[in-house]
């Protein structure tokens, strides 16, 4: 692809991300290609949605992110409503969604604009609920209390038919995950979980998480959760703290709704939709997460090596008991051409001998 339009997202506090920007800025002004900041906000200004901030940037073909995978979420919410491909910059500690160092910020942008740059695609989450979620403005003014300002609560999809039974369409996107969890310490949250349209269980829990594969490394991974290879479309339930025999997670086929239904007994509920509050919802309201029609689109330098990532991110050690058969080689693929048998499955490319993409 060759770029026509950039929108930055920048984690302005962080020093080298701001000079990351000033490359970006540059590169933009050498290749006479129109660059915006996004996802931007001035003193007690609100923020925006995702059309509002693709819209305020003329829509454009390239959203860069410059931070780690939590400045990348914001700019994928914008890129994912526009169909804009998403390029990230890593500068966190422990991120699976980056791609490039801020060092090498403008060779990857000649390298998208040469069309030399690989598209990945994502399954994301959207969903339906019984009514609108809202934000108590108590609850608004102290998350403001030395945060940025929240987003907005989700609005109406316009295709929405409203008294039909099915709820209202929200114009969400998440990449990660949708988090149903508890308010207060001492009262947990009374759900009727349905995969499919079919009863699973009533949980009392401290939180449940609806996570697509890409967010399985996020909270659904600290709650217990398994890791499904981000090339895979599936829809994981996981229980977090549930007080009952059956605390596993589950995991549904990509068509299969989660619905979850909020007793007449629970507490509050806070709706979360990547790590942002969006929301609160009481008893009687029900929310249903499903794979959206539309698909995340990052671009890649070269083919995913996700499992290597997994285990640089998380620091995966060997087991001690084999450090008597010394290291294990990083690949599990001779050199020779693969066999017409196995040229179907996904397998690492050869090593590569050179700093190219």
């Known amino acids: 692809m060759s770029v026509e339009r950039i929108g930055l997202v920048v984690h302005r506090g962080r020093p080298e991300a701001v000079e990351a920007a000033s490359a970006v800025h540059a590169w933009c002004r050498a290749h006479d290609v129109p660059c915006t900041e996004i996802d931007v906000w001035k003193g007690h200004e609100p923020r925006h949605g995702g059309q509002e901030e693709a819209s305020a940037a003329g829509h454009p073909d390239l959203v860069l992110t410059l931070g780690g995978d939590g400045t990348f979420l914001r700019g994928a919410r914008i890129a994912a409503k526009s169909d804009a491909a998403v390029l990230g910059v890593d500068l966190g500690r422990v991120g699976f969604l980056t791609e490039v160092p801020a060092e090498k910020v403008t060779k990857a942008l000649d390298t998208v604009h040469e069309g030399r740059a690989e598209i990945e695609e994502r ?205 294990s080689a990083p690949l599990f693929r001779p050199n020779t051409p693969v066999p017409d048998d196995l040229a179907h499955l996904r397998l690492p490319p050869p090593p590569r001998t050179d700093d190219s993409w």
């Open 123 to 327: 399954m994301t989450l959207t969903m339906r609920a019984s009514r609108v979620p809202q934000m108590p403005s108590v609850m608004e003014a102290l998350l403001r209390s030395g945060r940025v300002p929240t987003l907005p609560p989700p609005h109406v999809r316009p295709d929405t038919a409203e008294g039909d039974g099915w709820g209202v369409a929200l114009d969400i996107v998440a990449v990660n995950d949708v988090v149903l969890e508890k308010l207060v310490r001492d009262r947990q949250v009374a759900l009727g979980v349905y995969i499919a349209g079919r009863l699973l269980a009533a949980y009392s829990a401290d939180a449940v998480i609806v996570a697509s594969p890409t967010g399985s490394t996020a909270y659904s991974f600290a709650a217990g959760g398994p890791v499904l290879s981000p090339h895979m479309d599936a829809v994981v339930f996981t229980p977090v703290a549930a007080h009952m025999t059956f605390d596993r997670t589950v995991v549904a086929a990509p068509d299969e709704p989660v619905a979850l239904r909020v007793l007449p007994h629970s507490g509050e509920v806070a709706l979360s939709i990547d790590g942002q509050l969006r929301g609160v919802i009481g008893p009687g309201d029900w929310v249903g997460v499903y794979g959206a029609k539309y698909r995340l689109r990052l671009v890649r330098m070269g083919p995913t090596d996700f499992y290597t990532r997994l285990r640089a991110r998380f620091r995966l050690t060997d087991a001690p008991a084999t450090a008597a058969d010394g290291e």
